[in-house]
T-cell receptor, first 116, second 116 residues
Framework: AQTVTQSQPEMSVQEAETVTLSCTYD???????LFWYKQPPSRQMILVIR??????QNATENRFSVNFQKAAKSFSLKISDSQLGDTAMYFC?????????????FGAGTTVTVRA | KAGVTQTPRYLIKTRGQQVTLSCSPI?????VSWYQQTPGQGLQFLFE???????NKGNFPGRFSGRQFSNSRSEMNVSTLELGDSALYLC???????????????FGPGTRLTVL
């Protein structure tokens, strides 16, 4: 079974600043996908960014980027130029693709508050 | 294209009752997954359906069941409700997923179930 650990329950950042969220995971798989999901107070879960384990290049999506360290089993999310709309709970998640075990395994989440 | 819809959005039940939640996936999506979100246990996978068949199941008691119809709409049922079943139930749909492909999961807004 895969486990995903987010050790920071809450983070606070000033608008326009940068914040980094940590995530570690445990798996014996070699091929897998990692994700960061955002859940704002409206509760709608939204995919922020995805990383395939076989790709060495770190994924980026506009102001969001990841630092993927496969050997260390670490997958952090950096939010640059934070905006008020980034206030949300962020979940790190793991999936083993191309299998019948088609499900997301989530971490406990990190609540991010962006201050004006 | 309309997103994933879940009905009802809010539900209040008493212990011992049963409840049925509904999820309509994005048009063309054939895979529907269900997740339970609670403050204590976080986000946990319940089950996944594809082409009317349960393809994967999480570690939940038999009181939790589901089904998928030929139009890909899915329902989940919880019988003999317990206080601990109070949670946000999220549904996610994707094109296929499973052993043949990876497809992004799109989440619905959730159903908030309160058991009194």
């Amino acid at each position: 079974a895969q486990t995903v650990t987010q050790s920071q329950p809450e983070m606070s950042v000033q608008e326009a600043e940068t914040v980094t969220l940590s995530c570690t995971y445990d798996t014996s798989e070699n091929n897998y996908y990692l994700f960061w999901y955002k859940q704002p107070p409206s509760r709608q879960m939204i995919l922020v960014i995805r990383q395939e384990a076989y790709k060495q290049q770190n994924a980026t999506e506009n102001r969001f980027s990841v630092n993927f360290q496969k050997a260390a089993k670490s997958f952090s999310l950096k939010i640059s130029d934070s905006q008020l709309g980034d206030t949300a709970m962020y979940f790190c998640a793991f999936m083993k693709p191309f299998s019948n075990d088609y499900k997301l395994s989530f971490g406990a989440g990190t609540t991010v508050t962006v201050r004006a | 294209k309309a997103g994933v819809t879940q009905t009802p959005r809010y539900l209040i039940k008493t212990r011992g009752q049963q409840v049925t939640l509904s999820c309509s996936p994005i048009s063309g999506h054939r895979s529907v997954s269900w997740y339970q979100q609670t403050p204590g246990q976080g986000l946990q996978f319940l089950f996944e359906y594809f082409s009317e068949t349960q393809r994967n199941k999480g570690n939940f008691p038999g009181r939790f069941s589901g089904r998928q119809f030929s139009n890909s709409r899915s329902e989940m049922n919880v019988s003999t409700l317990e206080l601990g079943d109070s949670a946000l139930y999220l549904c996610a749909s994707s094109l296929e997923g499973g052993p043949s492909s990876y497809n992004e999961q799109f989440f619905g807004p959730g159903t908030r179930l309160t058991v009194l």
